[in-house]
């Protein structure tokens, strides 16, 4: 089976600007979850989808987002970037047991 | 009650030894502790987990130790070696509902031939 894919693998930005981060599960993985890691803050956990739908949110601001597709992949978004928005966002795929798949990471860059 | 405690921060082993990363945690409701190795430029990759019916569970020359009542939990790498030189996470989830990881603060190990 292929891994978890996620697109792409470095962006650079501008502050202000916004940004939109793809992740492909693991076949028949219905579970997508984003983390993002920075040096300071560690992982620290952002939202997860089953099933097209929302099933838990992080303490993040508004303005990170996500969502989920029929086919079970899924995209992030973070609008007006910040510079401190510069972290390693990787996503996570589940199947029906307990384990959890991470992908490579985007390393996305603000300056 | 969260969090997972993560110790040491870093560690130096000798080719051979054992190296030994431990983590705490408060949330009781907690059923699932993976440990992830990282590589720098890769994502985490899944090393080892456990659930709290068992105290331990073997792969390889990869150990975790769980104590329930302590509410502790513990990698054991036998015979390091420099190809384990990496960052170590672990984590603990509540499975209900979510695969929500909270993830420790890591140990960056070391093994020098």
């Known amino acids: 089976k292929a891994g978890v894919t996620q697109t792409p693998r470095y962006l650079i930005k501008t502050r202000g600007q916004q940004v939109t981060l793809s992740c492909s599960p693991i076949s028949g993985h219905r579970s997508v979850s984003w983390y993002q890691q920075t040096p300071g803050q560690g992982l620290q956990f952002l939202f997860e989808?089953?099933?097209?739908?929302?099933?838990n949110k992080g303490n993040f601001p508004g303005r990170f987002s996500g969502r989920q597709f029929s086919n079970s992949r899924s995209e992030m978004n973070v609008s007006t970037l910040e510079l401190g928005d510069s972290a390693l966002y990787l996503c996570?795929?589940?199947?029906?047991?307990?384990?959890?798949?991470f992908g490579p990471g985007t390393r996305l860059t603000v300056t | 009650q969260q969090q997972v405690k993560q110790s040491p921060q870093s560690l130096i082993v000798q080719k051979g030894g054992i190296s030994i990363i431990n983590c705490a945690y408060e949330?009781?409701?907690?059923?699932?502790f993976p440990w992830y190795q990282q590589f720098p430029g890769k994502g985490p990759a899944l090393l080892i987990a456990?659930?709290?019916?068992?105290s331990e569970k073997k792969e390889g020359r990869f150990t975790i130790s769980f104590n329930k009542s302590a509410k502790q939990f513990s990698l054991h790498i036998m015979d390091s070696q420099p190809g384990d030189s990496a960052t170590y996470f672990c984590?603990?989830?509540?499975?209900?509902?979510?695969?929500?990881?909270?993830f420790g603060t890591g140990t960056r190990l070391q093994v020098f031939p």
């Open positions: 949330n009781t409701a907690f059923d699932y």
């Open positions: 984590a603990a989830s509540r499975r209900y509902n979510t695969d929500k990881l909270i």
């Open positions: 996570a795929s589940g199947g029906t047991g307990y384990e959890q798949y």
């Open positions: 989808y089953f099933s097209e739908t929302q099933r």
């Open positions: 456990i659930r709290p019916d068992v």
